[in-house]
């Protein structure tokens, strides 16, 4: 099992910046890689960026060059960097950790944190 635990959303106004933080617990080895999900209201859940414990990285195109994720393994802990934000940014942010198990990997969710960025 995995828990994981954000913190880092509120309020923040168009062009401000703010950091999510997910802090995992558990079977924390059992982790191949963690994502960073959306999703705004009447919307589908969308990956917004994810990075392996091999350290590659993949950006949704829409907040590419705006959008920074890293991993701090002694910690436990993966971020997302927002800069530059927009309006369209708003939506509840989501923290998953993927873990590799026979026959299909095993998906672990954070409980998500507002973002809302004001025009």
């Known amino acids: 099992q995995v828990q994981l635990v954000e913190s880092g959303g509120g309020l923040v106004q168009n062009g401000g910046s703010l950091r999510l933080s997910c802090e995992a617990s558990?079977?924390?080895?059992?982790?191949?890689?963690f994502g960073w999900f959306r999703q705004a209201p009447g919307k589908q859940r969308e990956l917004v960026a994810a990075?392996?414990?091999?350290?590659?990285?993949n950006y949704a195109d829409s907040v590419k060059s705006r959008f920074t994720i890293s991993n701090d393994r002694a910690k436990n802990t993966v971020y997302l960097q927002m800069n530059s934000l927009k309006p369209e940014d708003t939506a509840v942010y989501y923290c998953?950790?993927?873990?590799?198990?026979?026959?299909?990997?095993?998906?672990?969710w954070g409980q998500g944190t507002q973002v809302t960025v004001s025009s």
């Open positions: 998953n950790a993927r873990v590799s198990r026979w026959p299909s990997d095993i998906d672990y």
């Open positions: 558990g079977s924390t080895f059992s982790i191949n890689g």
């Open positions: 990075i392996t414990v091999g350290g590659l990285i």
